[in-house]
């Protein structure tokens, strides 16, 4: 964390999915910290780039305090929640 400035715990849950839904068959935990005045798209980009994610497309959905990127064309899913 940088001094001063103050950073929110995110974690990242990449995984499968089958028929639309996250399954689990295997899955890549990691958090993240980052600075709070940041939000949205802005915070998908940063979680991608932890995860190596950013050469896919994606359709995010923001569900309070998790956001869903479906990476359809791969059958892959990334959740990023805020833990604190």
């Given at each position: 964390?940088?001094?001063?400035i ?8 990449h ?5 639309g ?13 980052i600075?709070?005045k ?20 994606h359709?995010t959905?923001d569900?309070g305090?998790?956001i869903?990127?479906?990476?359809r064309?791969?059958n892959?899913?990334?959740?990023i929640t805020?833990?604190?």
């Amino acid at each position: 964390m940088k001094q001063g400035i103050l950073c929110l715990r995110w974690q990242l849950e990449h995984t499968d999915t089958f028929g639309g839904e996250a399954n689990y068959s295997w899955v890549n935990r990691e958090n993240v910290m980052i600075p709070s005045k940041y939000s949205g798209p802005w915070i998908v980009r940063k979680a991608k780039e932890a995860m190596g994610l950013t050469h896919l497309e994606h359709t995010t959905f923001d569900l309070g305090e998790t956001i869903r990127v479906d990476f359809r064309q791969d059958n892959q899913v990334l959740f990023i929640t805020l833990l604190s």
